[in-house]
């Protein structure tokens, strides 16, 4: 079987793009690489990028000149994770709280990894995560 080599995107929708692109460019640092009507793209680190959509949106398919883009779309608190190396984990907790960011829960993984789990400004959970969290990670 051909090899995957991890995740590319991941899209989450919102209510408020403007208050999402600032969130996002703002408290966890990801610069953009492409600002559109239809979408916000971030460079989430390691080759993987985030979308950010307008809630509803991007349902019917997009038409450009490389082809045609099906439509998606979410409802609900979505869930990701970035990763971070560990000795950088307590200073993303600590950047998160002086920026007013309210923490849903810590976890101390079995392995050893710990986590933060947090919200963005349209209640998805979001989760930063060091290395022993998965036997792959």
Do not use: C
Request: aromatic share 10%; hydrophobic share 40%.
């Amino acid at each position: 079987m051909p090899q995957l080599n991890g995740v590319l995107e991941t899209a989450l929708y919102v209510d408020d793009k403007a208050r999402s692109i600032a969130f996002f460019r703002d408290v966890m640092g990801l610069a953009i690489l492409r600002d559109e009507e239809r979408l916000t793209a971030f460079d989430a680190g390691g080759g993987s990028v985030l979308l950010i959509f307008a809630r509803g949106q991007s349902t019917a398919g997009e038409d450009t000149p490389q082809g045609h883009i099906p439509g998606h779309d979410g409802a609900g608190p979505l869930h990701m994770a970035f990763k971070t190396a560990a000795p950088d984990y307590d200073a993303w907790r600590d950047h998160l709280r002086e920026r007013g960011v309210r923490e849903l829960s810590e976890i101390h993984w079995p392995a050893g990894g710990r986590s933060v789990y947090f919200n963005d400004p349209d209640g998805h959970v979001l989760e930063i995560a060091t290395p022993g969290l998965w036997p792959n990670y």
